[in-house]
């Protein structure tokens, strides 16, 4: 089992970056492949982006390719969201989710039911 805690999220204005962090707990990390998703108040909780237990594969929201970064370091037991170019519809509450798939299993299935393990979220908001 593994627990996820994010952070990183705060105030920042339309176009400008935020890096969010998600720490995980667990020997067996490196062998998750994990996912950001967000939701934003009267909405539903959508897909962000998704890495691989390694780190060598990606998989974007067309929402957001171009602009966001997912990456992970395994010795840290940590994947990050680098969010550049920020608009004000990318404001939500950010989570991390883990799941012990293999990516063939994952790749193309951006649902929230896929994954097992949630973070608490953390909050971006962006000012226009």
């Known amino acids: 089992q593994v627990q996820l805690v994010e952070s990183g999220g705060g105030l920042v204005q339309a176009g400008g970056s935020l890096r969010l962090s998600c720490a995980a707990s667990g020997r067996t990390f490196s062998s998750y492949t994990v996912a950001w998703f967000r939701q934003a108040p009267g909405k539903e909780r959508e897909f962000v982006a998704a890495?691989?237990?390694?780190?060598?594969?990606?998989d974007y929201a067309d929402s957001v390719k171009g602009r966001f970064t997912i990456s992970r370091d395994n010795a840290k037991n940590t994947v990050y969201l680098q969010m550049n170019s920020l608009k004000p519809e990318d404001a939500a509450l950010y989570y991390c989710?883990?799941?012990?798939?293999?990516?063939?299993?994952?790749?193309?299935?951006?649902?929230?039911?896929?994954?097992?393990?949630w973070g608490q979220g953390t909050q971006v908001t962006v000012s226009s």
């Open positions: 890495v691989s237990w390694g780190g060598a594969n990606t």
């Open positions: 989710a883990a799941n012990r798939k293999a990516w063939r299993a994952v790749v193309g299935r951006p649902y929230v039911a896929e994954y097992d393990y």
